[in-house]
T-cell receptor, first 113, second 115 residues
Framework: AQSVAQPEDQVNVAEGNPLTVKCTYS??????LFWYVQYPNRGLQFLLK??????LVKGSYGFEAEFNKSQTSFHLKKPSALVSDSALYFC???????????FGTGTRLQVFP | NAGVTQTPKFRILKIGQSMTLQCAQD?????MYWYRQDPGMGLKLIYY???????DKGEVPNGYNVSRSTTEDFPLRLELAAPSQTSVYFC??????????????FGPGTRLTVT
């Protein structure tokens, strides 16, 4: 069965430092991978996706993600964190059999001034 | 475009009451979804629809019903509300076709408390 894992419930980083939010996946066939962000009391916003092509995917708000097939990972990164990046981040994988998205449990990112 | 809209934003129900959560999208998306979000549990799919007149169950459909009479609207019905249905509910939509992009667009959510 398709699944994603976000091993960290929370990531803390100082403003200006690089950040990484981890995601690993398990899927049969080619993975379609997504990152979403959720600000307090808001819906999820799409950040970026990997479907095919370059392993480094660039998305909104300066975020990028690196697809690593051998490690079955799709970590979210940003070179320099902002306090306004503090939010809940979800990784998701498309289930190719049902065409549904399967979400991880989320990682709370806290950026301290 | 308003995107995906949901009403109401908040609701408190008594056990056994029923209600309908409204969802509408103006992006002409053919696929629509209902999720619930419980703390620390991520999002669980309740029901989804691939087009008007077609609906199917997700992971956690018990206690809910849906209908899709138009492309734009996808209401979620709760019959006989139970405390276990206390959650935040999100509606989402996506386009699937020749130029599918696969990402889903989410509404702002409805926070439901059943007491």
């Amino acid at each position: 069965a398709q699944s994603v894992a976000q091993p960290e419930d929370q990531v803390n980083v100082a403003e200006g430092n690089p950040l990484t939010v981890k995601c690993t996946y398990s899927v049969s066939g080619n993975p379609y991978l997504f990152w979403y962000v959720q600000y307090p009391n808001r819906g999820l916003q799409f950040l970026l996706k990997y479907i095919t092509g370059d392993n480094l995917v660039k998305g909104s708000y300066g975020f990028e993600a690196e697809f690593n097939k051998s490690q079955t990972s799709f970590h979210l990164k940003k070179p320099s964190a902002l306090v306004s990046d503090s939010a809940l981040y979800f990784c998701a994988v498309r289930d190719g059999n049902t065409d549904k998205l399967i979400f991880g449990t989320g990682t709370r990112l806290q950026v301290f001034p | 475009n308003a995107g995906v809209t949901q009403t109401p934003k908040f609701r408190i129900l008594k056990i056994g009451q029923s209600m309908t959560l409204q969802c509408a999208q103006d992006m002409n998306h053919n696929y629509m979804y209902w999720y619930r979000q419980d703390p620390g549990m991520g999002l669980k799919l309740i029901y989804y629809s691939v087009g008007a007149g077609i609906t199917d169950k997700g992971e956690v459909p018990n206690g809910y019903n849906v209908s899709r009479s138009t492309t734009e609207d996808f209401p979620l019905r709760l019959e006989l509300a139970a405390p276990s249905q206390t959650s935040v509910y999100f509606c989402a939509s996506s386009y699937r076709g020749r130029s599918s992009s696969y990402e889903q667009y989410f509404g702002p959510g409805t926070r439901l408390t059943v007491t």
